[in-house]
């Protein structure tokens, strides 16, 4: 890994999921500064209290006022947003904008998940990411792509009922996917902004695996045998509205699992091994 200049890093969601690991894994290198950057007005959080514990400065702004938040993050080398489900395009380019203003020198978006093919047209969910970072390419400033696909953590949401034993698949189990968890993309977001490759690029990092390999980790895991439900026509069914009409987020987890690509990762130009899926599960799955 080449040395950085980067000095003073700010994160912005840095109490949610995964920001608190990310400001985490900055902390325990014991090399920067870290801001943590929180809405007004101020307020106690725990999180917030144990990052503040360990070196890091709490700083508040109204992000609705841009003299505000320009005076907040004055001085920052790296900022970082790890704003959670939502408007992500006007959540962020209030934090884009005022960073240019500063002279931030690289600013690392909120994208932190599966990665889909180039041209092809987003969810409506992913459509801010797309747009923050046509505006985010064309800024000057730095900035650096993580895409880590699903949280072990989150595994639950996206089909693997572990207290039922039972799985659903919205597509083939033959299909990939790439998984990560929360520690360790804190941790492959600090040292990125060490690695060359990273400057105005994509980091790819995680395990990938295909759906069937998955499900067997959680089988050993929990000593159980599955219960598996294929549903491979929710988009269908949502977009035409026949009955059973699938929830909004049954649908955006089908997208996901159709659509998303898997390019080889980056994990070796890093200083650490992710914790694997079978060590989390060992530690997290019931065995029965």
């Given at each position: ?79 970082i947003s790890a704003v959670g489900y ?79 034993k039972k799985v659903t698949f919205y ?45 067997q980790k959680f089988e050993d895991a ?67």
């Amino acid at each position: 890994m080449s040395d950085t200049q980067f000095h003073t890093i700010t994160i912005a969601g840095a109490t949610g999921n995964l920001g608190f690991h990310i400001a985490n894994a900055f902390l325990n290198q014991g090399s920067y500064n870290v801001k943590v950057l929180r809405r007004k007005p101020e307020n106690i959080n725990e999180k917030a209290n144990l990052l503040a514990s360990k070196g890091a400065k709490i700083v508040y702004a109204d992000f609705n006022d841009k003299n505000d938040l320009i005076n907040t993050i004055k001085g920052t080398d790296v900022f970082i947003s790890a704003v959670g489900y939502g408007d992500y395009y006007n959540n962020q380019i209030i934090l884009l904008n005022a960073s240019k203003e500063v002279g931030v020198k690289r600013f690392i978006p909120s994208e932190f998940g599966s990665e889909f093919a180039q041209g092809m047209e987003p969810h409506p969910i992913l459509a801010g990411k797309y747009k923050l970072r046509e505006v985010l390419e064309k800024s000057g400033l730095e900035y650096t792509y993580i895409f880590n696909g699903v949280f072990y953590e989150f595994l639950e949401v996206f089909g693997f009922d572990a207290k039922n034993k039972k799985v659903t698949f919205y597509t083939s189990g033959n299909e990939k996917v790439r998984i990560t968890s929360l520690a360790d993309v804190g941790r492959y977001t600090a040292e990125s902004i060490k690695i060359p490759e990273a400057r105005n690029g994509i980091i790819r990092v995680g395990y990938t695996l295909t759906l069937n390999e998955l499900l067997q980790k959680f089988e050993d895991a929990s000593g159980s045998k599955w219960e598996v439900v294929e549903d491979k026509d929710v988009q269908r069914r949502f977009k035409e509205k026949i009955d059973p009409i699938p929830p909004p987020i049954d649908e955006f987890k089908a997208f996901i699992s159709n659509n998303a690509v898997y390019y080889d990762v980056d994990n070796d130009k890093f200083s650490f091994t992710p914790l694997s899926i079978t060590e989390f599960l060992n530690s997290n799955i019931k065995h029965s």
